[in-house]
């Protein structure tokens, strides 16, 4: 039987939650969520830092062991699952990407913290002991604000939020910032969001440095010096992992997917899938399954 890999909205999780918002618990939202731990995709950005438990969580098939202090951060579209072990406790919050629009003069203001821009690496965060205190702080002003129903706890929420992810940004990525010159840390994020943007038409590094308005050999450099690797396998990375994400859907074929990420044919998308990934989409499909 055929399956969709199901696709959740922040309105169909809680009667304990705004349209844009919704703010609890973790072991709470598990009780009444239980049916989560599969494999589904956000509609919303997503956050969880675990206070207790143990065990496993999955975001866009690459899997990371639950720690109590680990927080993780999602953006809309990925792919996420879990397996915990024990009692698993702590704090979950869940907002629409419109639920800062109005508050923010800068419309893409979230971006700027490297953990929302969709790199699993970047959002899976085992918090420094100095930060345990103060961000669980954080969280129960944020859970003690969701209560009453008053004009302004929504915007007191929305700054209590920003100071978590400052704080976190200031401790965590401090160095990984300072280390490389403003100039050169700006160029490589503006070229990420480029890639999310134009992966499925643009596919070579000089398509993008022109659109940088560099050399693709300074591109190349760049991601070389700050990535480790050169710029097309950063675009075909993110060709990838779409690639992955659509295969989980079994009600789309091989052909389709190939057309949607502007493949010429299905023979083509396979040999790219198959160098990349190192199985053929239709293997990875079955294992995924």
């Known amino acids: 039987m055929k399956r969709d890999i199901p696709i959740v909205d922040i309105c169909s999780l809680s009667e304990f939650k705004e349209e844009d918002i919704l703010v609890s618990r973790f072991a709470e939202y598990l009780k009444e969520h239980h049916n989560l731990h599969l494999a589904h995709r956000h509609s919303f950005y997503h956050l969880i830092l675990f206070t207790k438990g143990g065990g496993s969580h999955t975001i866009d098939f690459n899997s990371f062991e639950v720690k109590p202090f680990q927080i993780y951060f999602m953006v809309p579209g990925q792919v996420h699952s879990w397996e915990f072990e024990g009692e698993v406790d702590g704090y979950v919050v869940n907002f629409s990407p419109a639920f800062f629009q109005s508050f923010l003069l800068k419309q893409d203001y979230l971006e700027s913290f490297s953990f929302f821009n969709g790199i699993t690496d970047d959002s899976v965060i085992n918090l420094p002991k100095d930060l345990h205190e103060g961000i669980q702080k954080l969280f129960e002003e944020i859970i003690a604000q969701a209560a ?35 100039y050169n840390y700006t160029l490589l ?72 990420l502007n493949f010429k044919d299905n023979s083509y998308f396979t040999k790219f899938f198959k160098r990349q990934a190192g199985i053929t989409p239709e293997e990875f499909r079955r294992k995924a399954g």
Request: net charge positive.
């Open 148 to 182: 009453p129903q008053n004009a302004s706890h929504w915007d007191i929420i929305r700054i209590l939020l920003l100071q978590i992810f400052m704080k976190i940004d200031q401790s965590v990525f401090r160095n990984k910032q300072t280390s490389a010159p403003n």
């Open 189 to 260: 994020r503006n070229f990420q969001k480029l890639i999310e943007k134009h992966y499925t038409h643009l596919k070579l590094p000089m398509e993008y440095a022109e659109l940088l308005y560099i050399t693709p050999n300074h591109l190349n450099a760049l991601c070389k010096d700050q990535m480790g690797m050169q710029a097309g396998e950063l675009i075909r990375n993110r060709i990838l992992l779409e690639a992955k994400r659509l295969l989980v859907n079994q009600d789309l074929s091989i052909s389709e997917i190939a057309y949607t």
